[in-house]
């Protein structure tokens, strides 16, 4: 177990901590190999290679597991050595759901919090959680039209058939007819994500379950076809009850992701970039706590950085633009930790990404007498109250503002105290729940 930009290493280690343990080195060369293909396919680096015997992990989260059976599972980064796995998984569910859009059901996530599952044990335990709610509900089938040779009649006789019959068989009767049928495309997508979990599943309560599942589907075929069948899933009044399954299916399928995220299994892994986890948590969280009144858009792409040839180049899309009255604010969201008491090291803020909010202020904010730019950033020990603010010039202003990760304490944006006259020392978000430090 270890955590984002954690190290694995082929030399002995005395004492594993989440940030360097130890792994085999046929494991070391498989994940060199499949960092490779990551390149390849232009997604971002699973490991970097720091020397002949040392990987160092990217910002991926979730669980891998290796061709020999080691399972690595890697936490995200606010997790400190010593802090319980079950932290970070927790943190990884909350951001999954909402990245999924799945709504907390308090009653299953109070069983499944009674076992130490990683991330895919849940996932896959998620899964069979909605198909068994779904079985119970009722599984859906639909008329399928068959063409057959039968020694009795039913349906329609297919008269141009009939008389095509050779002699010895004119007492076998070529018929349409109809069968009302489970054989439709979200039952084959099911039962193939039950037959993945099925053989996949190292927990004995989703084994059992799971085959449970598999004994009340016998008759329902696995899809042949994924992105057809995905194609064809109806989402009509009649089968309103499989929307809860449709997610975890789509995880467990090697679906297209959310365009919030990309995540793939690699035997029984499972992997997110979590920059991306983030950005949607936050989005999402925020959205819940908006004023009447308030908008918030995503990826806004209305501006762009300067014209060349009379046409507009180099598009600027911060990541959440807010929206109330007349007023707007340009949201950026930075899933790395900031040292508050580093001011020698400007607290970990990167000059780029001040120069690329400099840039979103003056395109999106030109109208505005004082214009307020927020860069959030996740809450951890060295982060909890907001740094004060950046002034760029008399107009703009840039914030760097944590964002509260802890499920007791409510995610949520923390505000600074506005106690400074200086109106640009004051923000003043539209957003329901946050209260001012």
Not at 81 to 88: A, K, L, T
Not at 252 to 272: C, D, Q, V
Request: proline residues 6%; hydrophobic residues 40%; negative net charge.
């Amino acid at each position: 177990m270890v955590r984002e930009y954690g190290r694995l290493t082929t030399r002995s280690v005395a004492e594993p901590t989440l940030a360097l343990a130890h792994i085999e080195p046929a494991d070391f060369d498989w994940l060199c190999l499949l960092s490779n293909r990551y390149k390849v396919s232009h997604e971002p680096a699973l490991t970097q290679l720091e020397d002949s015997c040392t990987l160092q992990l990217d910002n991926y989260v979730g669980v891998i597991e290796t061709p020999t059976g080691q399972v690595i599972e890697i936490l995200p980064k606010t997790a400190n050595d010593g802090d319980s796995p079950e932290r970070g998984r927790e943190l990884i569910r909350r951001m999954l759901e909402c990245a999924l859009d799945i709504p907390s059901r308090e009653a299953a996530e109070a069983l499944l919090d009674c076992f130490d599952l990683p991330l895919n044990e849940w996932v896959m335990a998620r899964f069979l959680t909605e198909l068994d709610h779904l079985v119970k509900r009722g599984v859906r089938s639909d008329y399928q039209r068959l063409e057959a040779i039968e020694p009795f009649l039913r349906g329609q006789l297919d008269v141009a058939r009939q008389m095509r019959q050779p002699p010895g068989r004119s007492h076998h009767f070529a018929l349409r007819y109809d069968l009302f049928l489970p054989d439709r495309a979200e039952n084959r997508l099911l039962k193939l994500a039950l037959d993945t979990v099925a053989n996949t599943t190292q927990h004995p309560d989703n084994w059992r379950l799971a085959q449970e599942l598999r004994h009340l589907l016998v008759d329902i075929p696995a899809s042949r076809d994924v992105e057809g069948d995905f194609r064809q899933w109806r989402c009509d009044r009649l089968i309103a009850h499989y929307q809860g399954a449709r997610p975890w299916c789509e995880l467990i399928l090697y679906r297209a992701m959310p365009s919030s995220l990309h995540g793939e299994w690699r035997g029984i892994s499972l992997l997110f970039p979590m920059e991306k986890l983030f950005e949607r948590y936050v989005e999402v969280c925020l959205r819940e706590q908006l004023q009447p009144g308030a908008s918030l858009t995503a990826q806004a792409a209305s501006k762009y950085l300067c014209q060349h040839q009379d046409q507009d180049i180099f598009q600027l899309k911060p990541d959440l633009l807010l929206h109330h009255d007349a007023k707007h604010w340009v949201l950026d969201v930075k899933w790395k930790r900031l040292d508050s008491s580093d001011r020698d090291s400007k607290y970990g803020i990167s000059q780029g990404d001040l120069y690329q909010l400099f840039a979103y202020g003056h395109k999106y904010l030109h109208d505005q007498d004082e214009g307020h730019l927020v860069l959030i950033y996740p809450s951890w020990g060295k982060l909890k109250a907001p740094l004060a603010p950046f002034h760029f010039d008399k107009r703009l202003t840039l914030w760097a503002l944590p964002f509260e990760l802890d499920a007791a304490l409510s995610p949520r944006l923390v505000l600074p105290s506005q106690q400074d006259d200086d109106p640009r020392s004051r923000l003043s978000l539209p957003l329901r729940t946050t209260t001012p430090e």
